[in-house]
């Protein structure tokens, strides 16, 4: 079985990858019988040069491997056939600017296997760049909240090396007595606790952090079941509310009236109460100033977020009277950083942790007739149609139905 490494064409580029050297090395050492190529690339995080001192081949031939594997979509003219992939296609939520990707990959009698749904049995991800998300996340809005009330100016996380070179510049940070309001408890609202823990801020309770004034700053994390609450009345949970997230509404209003600060690492799913309104954000109680929104859905959930924002511009400003887009600086703005691809400006670190979610999970599957059914559950395309799985998908290949603009 020979896996080629791809280089990465998309605009603007992506420097990670899913396999470090330090990984190809551990996979081959585990699986012998493997053959690893990698395509020659100026903009990857390792260099070319870096593989070849793992003895790793270094070669343009990725038409010689069965397997080849990238982090974001490839562009059409570079997809060869009757080949395996792997690469987020941005297909699954009927995306229609990668709609002409997937017909392509269908053509071409491609078989595409999505990152995004390599899974477990009971559904969880495997392999995900979120912890990085809510790690760089949270750098970026703590940054965002010293440059918005101008208290100090953290450097950007793109110009830093890594996961400790990011918390060595937090913690030179003194912030006031600030209330932070973190959304989120799986992969991107832990990796933005890593970082408000690793600043010694302290944790409380959602009753203290509600009802009670500190004199240091405090974060509260809280999930699903803390911000939405059942229509009737009726006691809810976590579990009822995944299950009829229609049956709830926000509850989190009473957050934004005493937050300074608002992490946004939560998953938003169909049908779930947007967490608060363009109204609500109109309030004279409303207090958030600044919004990190790691999750960055458009339009939804978080109303500030009118738009992604990007690595090299990632802050502006939400004017909550006129709805409108403005400078961040402006005394009524909301600062709003909403980032899309975050994982992008630590590419090494979160290299690092993909390969080796990627080893464990998925390299195995290759090699034990998918016992575990990996390798099924993320196929979406094989002999030139889309799986069973993937079916629904049928009519936005053909030009028919609503299709998705995120």
């Known amino acids: 079985m020979k896996f080629g490494i791809i280089r990465e064409r998309k605009n603007p580029p992506d420097r990670r990858v899913v396999l470090t050297p330090d990984a190809c090395k551990k996979m081959l050492a585990k699986f012998p019988e493997a053959e690893i190529m990698v395509e020659p690339s100026p903009i990857r995080v390792y260099t070319d040069e870096e593989y070849r001192e ?10 010689n491997c069965d397997v080849l594997i990238g982090v974001k979509e490839v562009p059409i003219e570079y997809l060869i056939p009757n080949k395996k992939y792997f690469f987020f296609s941005h297909t699954i939520k009927k995306q229609s600017y990668n ?45 965002t909240y ?8 953290l450097p950007k996380a793109e110009t830093l090396a890594d996961q400790q070179a990011l918390i060595s510049e937090l913690r030179k940070v003194k912030l006031p007595n600030i209330k932070i309001i973190l959304t989120g408890r799986g992969r ?27 004199q240091e700053p405090v974060y509260c994390q809280i999930d699903a079941s803390e911000y939405n609450k059942r229509k009737d009345g009726v006691r809810g949970n976590k579990s009822n509310f995944f299950a009829h997230p229609e049956e ?11 937050s300074d600060l608002y992490i946004a690492g939560h998953f938003y799913g169909d049908m779930a109460p947007y967490l608060f309104t363009r109204e609500d954000a109109k309030s004279p109680d409303f207090k958030i ?10 339009d939804g959930p978080v109303a500030t977020t009118i738009r992604p924002s990007t690595i090299a511009d990632p802050i502006y400003g939400y004017d909550a009277l006129t709805e409108t887009e403005v400078d961040y600086k402006n005394p009524h703005a909301i600062a709003v950083m909403a980032v899309d691809n975050l994982p992008c400006e630590l590419p090494r670190d979160a290299s690092i942790g993909f390969g080796e979610a990627f080893v464990k ?33 049928q009519d936005y290949v053909d030009g028919l139905g609503v299709v998705n603009s995120e």
């Not at 491609?110 to 760089?136: M, S």
């Not at 100033?289 to 458009?298: F, H, R």
């Not at 998925?362 to 889309?386: C, H, Q, S, W, Y």
Request: with cysteine.
């Open 188 to 214: 991107v609202g832990n990796g933005a606790k890593e970082m408000l823990d690793a600043m010694d801020i302290k944790k409380v309770g959602v009753a203290d952090f509600l009802n009670k004034t500190f």
């Open 54 to 63: 793992h003895g790793l081949n270094v070669t343009q031939e990725m038409e």
């Open 146 to 153: 010293g440059l918005k009330l101008g208290l100090f100016q």
């Open 248 to 258: 709830y509404k926000s509850n989190f209003f009473r957050f934004a009236k005493v």
């Open 99 to 143: 709609r002409n990707l997937l017909r392509a990959v269908l053509e071409k009698n491609i078989e595409l296997y999505d990152h995004e749904v390599i899974t477990g049995v009971k559904g969880q991800r495997l392999v995900a760049f979120g912890r990085y998300a809510g790690i760089v996340g949270a750098y970026n809005g703590l940054r």
């Open 361 to 393: 999970y998925v390299i195995p599957a290759f090699f034990n007739g998918d016992e575990d059914g990996v390798l099924e559950r993320a196929r979406m395309t094989k002999n030139g149609k889309l799986t069973k799985r993937y079916s629904y998908l």
């Open 289 to 298: 100033k600044v919004v990190a929104d790691i999750s960055c859905d458009i």
